[in-house]
C-alpha cells in the first residue's frame, strides 16, 4: 500500500525556521500554499514586480490612470494594492502566530537606497498606504539604510532588511533593531509591536566567491560551494551572541522579538550543486527561508528537513579563514554584491517607470 509523505517544506516548521515565498502569484495560488506547504508569509521586490508588471494583467488598471499621474505614483498604487490582498491572505497566520509570521514585504523604492530620510519618509507613506498591521517595509542595508531601520522600529513600523551580505553588515543591523527598540521604549512605545528580520543573502556569495577560488588552482577546489553557507552559519552564531546578552535580555522582559535572519537568494545559481542545498543547509530555530517558486517546488518534491543550521561551526570558520589566507576578500566580494544589488533592484524599478510610461501614452 502507498502511503503519501509529510511534505518537507512542513517539516521544516518543525526545527523552528518559517518558510516564506519569494514571488507573487493569484490569490488562489497564495491559499493553497498556506493551506497545503504551510507557507508563513510573502517578500516582493522590484523585480518581482517588474516581472508581474510586464504582462498584460494590470494593463487595464494602469490605463485607468491616464496621463495624470506619475509613473511612481501608478506603481505604488498598484504595488500597494498587490500587496494588500496578500497582506489580507496571511492575516490568519499573523494572528495564530501572534504575530511572529503571517507578515508580506513591501519594498522602498531603491533610488533612495542611499538617502536616509527619503528612505524613512517613503517607509511611513508605504506602511500607512497598505494599512495592513501584517506588513513589513523592506529597507536595504546600505550605510544609509542603517539609521532609517533604527528611526522606523522606533515608530513601531516592521521592517524586513534586504540585502545583507556580510557578518559584520548584518551586526550593524542588529544594532540598529535593538537602538530602535530602545528609542521607542523611551518614548512610550509598546517594543512587542514592530517586527524585523534581516534577510541574509546567500547563493550570490558563492557565485563571486567561487570565481576567486577557481582561479586559486586545483588545490582550493574543494572549497567551491562552501563559502555562502559557511558566512550565513557564522552570520547566525552572530544573532545567537547578540540576543542573548543583557541589552536584548530587557527589552525581551517587555515583550520585544528577536530580529530572526531571513535567508534570501537560496535558489541555487550553479547547476553542479543540488537544487535544495541554500535550503537543507540553513533549517535551524529562529529563522525564515524565503523560498523562490522553482526552489519550492524542488524543495517540496525531494527536499529533506533537518536542523544543520547549528552544525560545523568550527568548519564554517576554517572555510573561511583559509579562503581569507588564499587571498580572497569575503569583504570585498559581500560590498561588490551589496551596490550590485541596489543596482539590479534600481535598474528594476526604473523598466517598470518605463513600462508603465507606454502603457498611459
Known amino acids: 500500500m502507498w502511503l503519501k509523505t509529510a511534505n518537507p517544506l512542513k517539516e521544516i516548521l518543525k526545527y523552528g525556521q518559517s518558510v516564506w515565498y519569494d514571488g507573487l502569484v493569484s490569490e488562489e495560488e497564495f491559499a493553497a500554499m498556506i493551506r497545503e506547504d504551510g507557507i508563513r508569509g510573502a517578500t516582493t521586490n522590484p523585480t518581482i514586480f517588474e516581472k508581474a508588471l510586464s504582462g498584460s494583467e494590470y494593463d487595464a488598471e494602469i490605463a485607468a490612470f491616464g496621463a495624470r499621474h506619475a509613473e511612481d505614483e501608478i ?11 496578500v497582506a489580507d491572505l496571511f492575516l490568519p497566520v499573523y494572528d495564530r502566530t501572534r504575530g511572529c509570521d503571517g507578515f508580506v514585504s513591501i519594498e522602498v523604492s531603491p533610488l533612495l537606497a542611499y538617502d536616509t530620510a527619503a528612505t ?3 517607509a511611513r507613506l508605504l506602511y500607512r498606504a497598505v494599512d495592513r498591521k501584517n506588513i513589513m517595509i523592506k529597507v536595504p542595508a546600505t550605510p544609509a539604510g542603517i539609521p532609517a531601520i533604527e528611526t522606523l522600529i522606533s515608530e513601531g513600523i516592521s521592517v524586513n532588511v534586504t540585502l545583507i551580505f556580510s557578518v559584520k553588515r548584518h551586526e ?11 528609542k521607542g521604549l523611551a518614548a512610550g512605545r509598546p517594543v512587542s509591536e514592530p517586527a524585523s528580520v534581516a534577510s541574509f543573502f546567500v547563493s550570490r556569495v558563492d557565485t563571486l566567491a567561487d570565481k576567486e577560488i577557481e582561479a586559486k588552482g586545483e588545490a582550493f577546489k574543494g572549497f567551491l560551494g562552501k563559502t555562502a553557507i559557511a558566512n550565513s552559519k557564522i552570520a547566525y552564531a552572530n544573532f545567537e551572541r547578540i540576543f542573548s546578552d543583557e541589552r536584548f535580555k530587557k527589552l525581551k522582559a517587555r515583550g520585544a522579538k528577536v530580529q530572526r535572519p531571513l535567508w534570501a537568494s537560496t ?12 535550503v537543507e543547509s540553513l533549517i535551524g530555530p529562529d529563522t525564515v527561508n524565503t523560498i523562490p517558486p522553482a526552489t519550492l517546488a524542488a524543495f517540496r518534491d525531494h527536499g529533506k528537513a533537518e536542523p ?3 552544525t560545523d561551526l568550527a568548519d564554517a570558520e576554517k572555510t573561511l579563514r583559509a579562503l581569507r589566507g588564499a587571498g580572497v576578500d569575503l569583504d ?5 554584491l551589496e551596490d550590485a544589488g541596489v543596482r539590479l533592484f534600481a535598474d528594476s524599478y526604473t523598466r517598470i517607470l518605463e513600462g508603465i510610461r507606454r502603457k498611459i501614452k
Do not use: C, F, H, W
Open 172 to 182: 550593524e543591523v542588529m544594532l540598529a533593531y535593538l537602538s530602535g527598540l530602545e
Open 308 to 310: 544543520l543550521l547549528k
Open 75 to 85: 506603481y505604488r498604487t498598484l504595488a500597494v494594492r498587490s500587496v494588500q490582498k
Open 267 to 278: 535558489g541555487t545559481k550553479n547547476p553542479a550543486y543540488g537544487d535544495v542545498l541554500y
Open 120 to 122: 524613512v519618509e517613503e
Open 332 to 336: 570585498l566580494i559581500t560590498r561588490e
